[in-house]
């Protein structure tokens, strides 16, 4: 996208819907002009009615016109501001949703692929760039340059000649100010991303803090977020000097165009082409335009910067997801809840390895089909396939003999329940953690599945009860609360279809008997489809598959594999050891 097609862009989607407010504070920067004109030009019959003709007539009139007129003026600025300080958080929020709303929405694969600093970089500090070049910029250009032909037609007024002089000068100034912006626009969005990193980067230290601490590597950390922060502080200073940069070129030229007006006018003067009334007048009206000349030169510092997030935040916005539903989806319709995976083959990343390589299955509904194999051997993915976190790349899976890729996506996921291996909370009280899964949940189906899953137990230990609130991630509860609050959460949502993946961490012997009567009621007659790690699951699991290398090498039942499938025979070996 070029600057015009993200200009266009940024006023039809987030500035257009505010045009009555906008056009409302150019109608007040009308005023601005017209008074800040008003002011210079007062000077000139101020100067020549009063202390020249000593008219006594207007000794109170022209004071007051003056106060009326810095009234005027402050009071629309304040109105033409306040409007557009509503318009700018109005784009802000606008903004933010859309981020958010990319965020909530976006394909597992795009989420896995971004780091969350970015967004965090996206939401913070580019939305805010934005909003500066929708609102405030629009606000000065109007204002400084409505103000500026007012005071420009005073200044014309009072000696034209002393005006042309006057406008010589003005390119000048902005020509200094121009190479500064672009300048700035490089700088700033360097400090952007480096400040990006830096938020990345404390996001990790959260993540990881025991393993610094357990390796010791505090001061390690330490200098490597000194060294993060010292390359945005080189970046910041950069920007903040280049900004300051304009302030001798500008006083010179100031101090230059004085000289030259004085001189100047002091011929006209001399030789009677110009009173000292319209000379005063005119002064006034050249030092009241410094401000918005200054103003609008340095505006394409912000428009830069802007249009550089805009850039950024643009794309992350428009991105399709590639999980989608087709045109004519349909309802799942469940009966027994078979699943069948039919040559399925996929990959993370394409033309790499196959991670899965024709993968067949037949998982019987109202059963539990446990997938047993090594680390890495792709049973998380295989697991990942069927709420269509990741769509396969060939083959196909049905629910009952409809293919997922031909249903409803809300469908699909309405009847499957995931009980993750890394548990996962919101930082919210026990119960809005457990009513996550369905919608108005009533307090008797809550404490229902509380009882069911163990979790009341430890909930009437926690100070406020099911209204605790749990912590990032649930950081107050131990792993074994963790687990039996996740399978509570999944057992509210009554679905048919139960995706497992069983922790490996062991648990004590009580809280593993506990965990597992709870898996045993949430998985009755229902069709689940578990990674496993304890043995009494695999043990107890109607069929097995045993997965390695991206492939099914084996299929059976315990017994059946035990006799025939030596893979699983040492497999089995290994977790007794284990246990
Ligand atoms: P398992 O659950 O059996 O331990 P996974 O299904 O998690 O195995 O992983 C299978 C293979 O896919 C591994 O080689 C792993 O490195 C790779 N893999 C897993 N997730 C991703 C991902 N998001 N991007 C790229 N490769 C991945």
């Known amino acids: 996208m070029n600057k015009i097609e993200i200009l266009k862009r940024l006023y039809k989607d987030y500035t257009h819907k505010f045009i009555y407010k906008i056009s409302l504070s150019i109608f007040f920067s009308l005023i601005i002009a017209a008074s800040t004109s008003a002011i210079a030009w007062l000077l000139d019959p101020a100067i020549k009615k009063i202390f020249i003709e000593k008219d006594t007539s207007l000794i109170l009139i022209i004071p007051a016109a003056i106060v009326a007129a810095f009234t005027f003026k402050g009071i629309s600025l304040y109105m033409a501001k306040t409007i557009m300080i509503k318009v700018a958080q109005e784009v802000r929020k606008i903004l933010q949703l859309d981020i958010m709303t990319y965020a909530i929405n ?4 795009e989420i896995n692929k971004k780091h969350s600093g970015k967004f965090i970089s996206h939401i913070t500090f ?39 002089f006057a406008i010589i000068m003005i390119p000048l100034a902005s020509i200094a100010a121009r190479s500064l912006g672009k300048r700035m626009g490089k700088v700033s969005t360097q400090t952007q991303e480096r400040a990006g990193t830096l938020t990345s980067y404390l996001l990790e230290v959260f993540k990881n803090h025991k393993i610094i601490k357990i390796f010791q590597k505090e001061n390690y950390e330490i200098s490597r977020a000194e060294n993060f922060i010292n390359l945005l502080k080189e970046k910041i200073t950069k920007s903040d000097i280049i ?64 249009i550089a997030a805009a850039k950024r935040i643009l794309p992350v916005i428009d991105k399709k997801n590639s999980i989608v539903e087709k045109l004519n989806s349909n309802e799942l319709k469940l009966n027994k809840g078979n699943i069948i995976f039919k040559d399925v083959k996929f990959n993370y990343i394409k033309n790499e390895n196959r991670v899965l390589d024709s993968i067949n299955l037949n998982i019987n509904g109202g059963e539990m089909t446990a997938l047993v194999g090594h680390s890495g051997a792709g049973k998380s993915t295989i697991l990942n396939l069927i709420p269509r976190f990741y769509d396969a790349d060939s083959g196909y899976i049905t629910i009952d003999d409809q293919s997922i890729y031909d249903l409803k996506i809300s469908s ?40 069911l899953s163990y979790c009341d137990e430890f909930i009437k230990k926690l100070p406020q009860g099911i209204d605790t609130v749990i912590g990032e991630n649930g950081v107050r509860l131990s792993g074994g609360e963790k687990q039996r609050l996740s399978i509570a959460r999944a057992m509210l949502k009554k679905s048919k279809i139960i995706l497992l993946d069983e922790a490996t961490s062991s648990l004590d012997a009580e809280t593993e008997t506990k965990i597992q009567e709870a898996i045993n009621y949430l998985t009755k007659n229902r069709t689940t489809l578990v990674i496993a790690h304890r043995l009494s699951t695999i043990i107890n699991s109607n069929k097995i598959y045993v997965v ?17 499938s030596i893979i699983y025979k040492n497999f089995y070996e290994k977790q007794i050891k284990k246990n």
């Open 106 to 109: 976006a394909d597992t694969e």
């Open 126 to 164: 580019d939305v805010d760039r934005i909003k500066i070049l929708v609102s405030t910029v629009i606000l000065n250009i109007f204002k400084d340059s409505l103000t500026l032909i007012g005071l420009l037609g005073v200044m014309f007024y009072q000696n034209w000649r002393l005006a042309l």
């Open 412 to 451: 699909l996921r309405s009847n499957i329940s995931l009980v993750n291996q890394e548990t996962t909370l919101f930082d919210d009280t026990v119960k809005n953690n457990i009513a996550y899964a369905i919608e108005n949940p009533n307090d008797e189906e809550i404490t229902e599945v509380t009882k």
């Open 548 to 564: 390695d290398n991206g492939k099914i090498i084996d299929e059976g039942n315990h017994e059946t594999l035990l006799k025939d």
């Open 243 to 306: 900004l300051v940069r304009a302030s001798p070129i500008m006083e010179t030229l100031t101090g230059i165009m004085i000289a030259g007006l004085i001189f100047y006018s002091g011929n006209l003067i001399m030789s009677d082409d110009l009173d000292i009334n319209n000379f005063f007048s005119f002064l006034a009206a050249m030092m009241l335009a410094y401000q918005p000349v200054r103003s609008l030169a340095t505006l394409n510092i912000a428009i830069n910067d802007g």
